[in-house]
């Protein structure tokens, strides 16, 4: 797992990675939070939580095992306004202790006993707002926060368009929201029931950013063909995309978010130096790439964990390294 792979870098090479400005655009709010502090949150609230977990690491575990842990434990701590809004201002902590200036978090609006969907978008956004005006003048530079609605690909067409329509609704309102996500667990069910929702998206000048090809089994053959379709600004992952679809997407110049930790402790792919970016980078000279967490709090990876594998398994210098990262805050950071 990525801990033990950057176990080889020095203080010094950590504290540099921290100290470069960097663009994240994929992290699930969720995902985002350390499992220690959910812990916590479950403590002070007399809420179950597992003495033991199937961790990445362990053996035998996989993206199925990620999302169990949505499911069966993550989910019953944040289930009310107080525990997402804890959660938010963890992540936002979390991130810019870690050197982010641009942080674009992505979350799936949930109803349940204490809010329906609409109140849960409005709790993240006031959190989000909250936490900026707490910082507004402080000394480190301020990170700018954006936020993504996500469609799970289970969703009926009536609750994407449900998403779509409070990203439609808020974002006059709110400038941190910026656009509709489809993620969810990709070894279960097509996207295809969700177009005529998803279709809403750009028309709205907001961003559609999809999770794009993540595990080899594709639900339905044409999937990929179908998202190409609605124009997407971004793709997540990328890492079963048949040869002529990504040539398609690099002559388009659709941003690429790679999740190097994910992919591999996820086990879609198999070890870091066999990572897609390598054929991206050094093959295609592909560079419409951003290095992204996924869900740190579970993959334990930091974004400065990220860069500094990135650099390795790529063969930069600290300097190309640097010139990467500004291209990326130059790209998003407006
Ligand atoms: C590992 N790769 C992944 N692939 C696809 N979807 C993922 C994911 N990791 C997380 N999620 C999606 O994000 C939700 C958690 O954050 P939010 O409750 O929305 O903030 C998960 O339920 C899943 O739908």
């Given at each position: 797992m990525s801990l033990k792979h950057i176990s080889k870098y020095t203080q010094e090479d950590l504290s540099w990675a921290r100290s470069l400005p960097k663009v994240e655009l994929h992290a699930h709010i969720n995902g985002s939070v350390s499992l220690d502090d959910l812990r916590s949150l479950a403590l002070s609230k007399n809420l179950p939580f597992p003495a033991t977990l199937a961790l990445p690491?362990?053996?035998?575990?996989d993206i199925k095992d990620v999302f169990t842990l949505f499911s069966s434990t993550i989910y019953g701590v944040v289930r009310d306004q107080d525990a997402l809004r804890f959660v938010v201002g963890k992540v936002l902590d979390a991130f810019q202790a870690d050197g982010c200036v641009y942080l674009e978090l992505r979350t799936t609006p949930k109803k349940n006993v204490a809010m329906d969907m609409d109140e849960y978008v409005m709790v993240v956004v006031g959190a989000i707002e909250e936490w900026l005006l707490g910082r507004?003048?402080?000394?480190?530079?301020l990170m700018h926060v954006r936020l993504l609605l996500s469609v799970d690909r289970r969703h009926s067409v009536e609750q994407a368009n449900q998403i779509v329509d409070l990203a439609v609704k808020y974002a006059p309102l709110h400038t941190c929201i910026v656009g509709v996500d489809v993620c969810g667990?990709?070894?279960?069910?097509?996207?295809?029931?969700l177009v005529p929702a998803l279709q809403k998206v750009k028309p709205a000048a907001l961003k559609l950013v999809v999770h794009f090809a993540?595990?080899?089994?594709?639900?339905?053959?044409d999937e990929l063909e179908t998202i190409l379709s609605l124009n997407p600004d971004r793709l997540g992952h990328?890492?079963?995309?048949p040869s002529h679809l990504m040539d398609e997407i690099i002559k388009r110049e659709i941003t690429m978010e790679i999740c190097l930790s994910s992919n591999v402790v996820g086990g879609t792919v198999s070890a870091y130096e066999r990572h897609h970016l390598i054929e991206l980078w050094k093959?295609?000279?592909?560079?419409?790439l951003v290095l992204c967490t996924d869900d740190r709090g579970i993959f334990l990876n930091e974004l400065s964990h990220e860069y500094l594998i990135a650099m390795d398994i790529l063969g930069l210098t600290k300097r190309e390294m640097e010139e990467w990262a500004a291209r990326c805050v130059e790209q998003y950071r407006k």
């Open positions: 690491g362990d053996p035998g575990f507004a003048g402080s000394q480190e530079g667990d990709p070894t279960v069910g097509g996207i295809r029931h993540e595990v080899a089994e594709c639900p339905e053959q990328c890492t079963f995309v093959e295609r000279g592909y560079r419409n």
